[in-house]
């Protein structure tokens, strides 16, 4: 195996418009990607020991994680389900802090945040680790494995809030896997990065509780959360997971005034239900408010869901058309380039005020944050 060092990793450098960066890697393509060499370090190197944030101490050595709902009790020599803390004496470590397996300049609509930003790019980071198993992940090369049996890189804070803004990129992205368990390096990041005038930005499944999501908040600019569905029996059996903190930290979102769009993966026979979809764009609407934009996007046979088809168009146009019924006035179709349900309606006059095809802006009718054609505010974080 050929080792990855700090200097062969700037060596593949990003590519910046007019910037001092070094050439070979254009935007939207890899420094670490998500499918990089899976092959074992030969040592602990690349793991970090920082102090966790969130958790209580127990007797016995053992400890109580309280980052996410989980709520792992880990013995001494012991990791959480996540696999990237570790008990060591009482003490609870981040694995991964200042290390990223992935690092990428992204545009930001394949995040996707469509009313934030729009065209700028996003500088991408992910480590290993994930507290969630869902069976169609399309990054499980490396959301689902320990953080030695992936290739890292030392990159802290203050690195990674330079590279940002040497690329051209608005925003730094914390995605690919779930950033969740990266949470102290993705919070220091974010502070340094603000201190950059580089804005933060979350790509997450939102199974976190309350006191860490709420600091998380007051620390980044944006937030979009992939909904897995609207059925407990859908988390349970297919992310190993629990549906109410989810709802929970949703509504935590609706009131803090941060900006966030939700993502749902129509996935063929498993949350499907046009009903069940009806009841959760009611709750939504009720709940979160008509203007949270809804990305309805397309499943691809993945991980351990090989075995069903692609969804059909016809369910994702279904999907917005019910969502539009409901009241919503923000609906996408994802994963469809070329679709009409990548445009930003103007709720008002109906016209284009956004237009897309695939993760590029063919149209931009807003001025100030307004309808260009009928001076209707469109919410969003637009400069």
């Known amino acids: 195996m050929v080792e990855l060092n700090r200097r062969s990793f700037i060596k593949c450098s990003l590519a910046a418009t007019g910037g001092i960066l070094l050439p070979n890697v254009l935007p939207g393509e890899s420094l670490l990607g998500p499918n990089a060499d899976a092959s074992p370090l030969p040592s602990p190197a690349g793991l970090s020991w920082v102090e966790a944030k969130y958790y209580k101490k127990l007797e016995h050595k053992e400890i109580e994680c309280e980052l996410c709902p989980r709520k792992c009790k880990v013995g001494d020599r012991e990791r959480g389900y996540c696999g990237c803390r570790e008990n060591q004496e009482g003490v609870y470590y981040t694995l991964v802090h200042s290390y990223a397996c992935s690092a990428n300049v992204d545009p930001i609509e394949k995040k996707p945040l469509f009313h934030f930003l729009p065209g700028t790019k996003a500088f991408s980071i992910a480590t290993a680790g994930c507290n969630m198993n869902c069976k169609f992940c399309q990054n499980w090369e490396i959301s689902q494995v320990r953080p030695e049996q992936v290739r890292n890189i030392y990159l802290p804070p203050e690195e990674v809030a330079a590279y940002a803004q040497q690329s051209g990129s608005k925003s730094i992205a914390y995605t690919y896997s779930e950033p969740i368990v990266f949470y102290e390096y993705m919070l220091d990041t974010a502070i340094a990065g603000r201190k950059k005038g580089i804005k933060s930005v979350v790509i997450t499944a939102g199974y976190i509780n309350h ?37 929970d930290a949703l509504l935590d979102l609706s009131k803090s005034g941060i900006w966030y769009e939700l993502v749902y993966l129509v996935v063929p026979t498993l949350n499907d239900d046009m009903k069940n979809i009806r009841e959760m764009c009611k709750w939504m609407v009720g709940d979160l408010g008509k203007d949270v934009p809804l990305h309805f996007t397309r ?34 179709v994802g994963n469809v380039p070329g679709h009409l349900g990548e445009h930003t309606y103007c709720p008002e006059c109906r016209q284009i005020v956004v237009g897309r095809i695939g993760y590029t802006i063919t149209q931009m009718n807003l001025k100030n944050g307004k309808c260009k054609f009928c001076q209707n505010p469109i919410p969003g974080v637009w400069s």
Do not use: Q
Request: aromatic content about 12%; glycine content about 2%; charged content about 30%.
């Open 211 to 247: 006191d860490p999501w709420m600091e998380l908040i007051r620390e980044v600019d944006a937030i979009k959360v992939d909904f897995k569905a609207f059925t407990e029996k859908f988390y349970e059996d297919i992310c190993h997971a629990k549906l109410k903190p989810v709802m």
């Open 299 to 332: 499943f691809h046979p993945m991980y351990l869901l090989k075995n069903l088809p692609p969804t059909p168009v016809s369910s994702l146009e279904r999907a917005r058309e019910i969502a539009l019924e409901e009241g919503m006035n923000f609906v996408y």
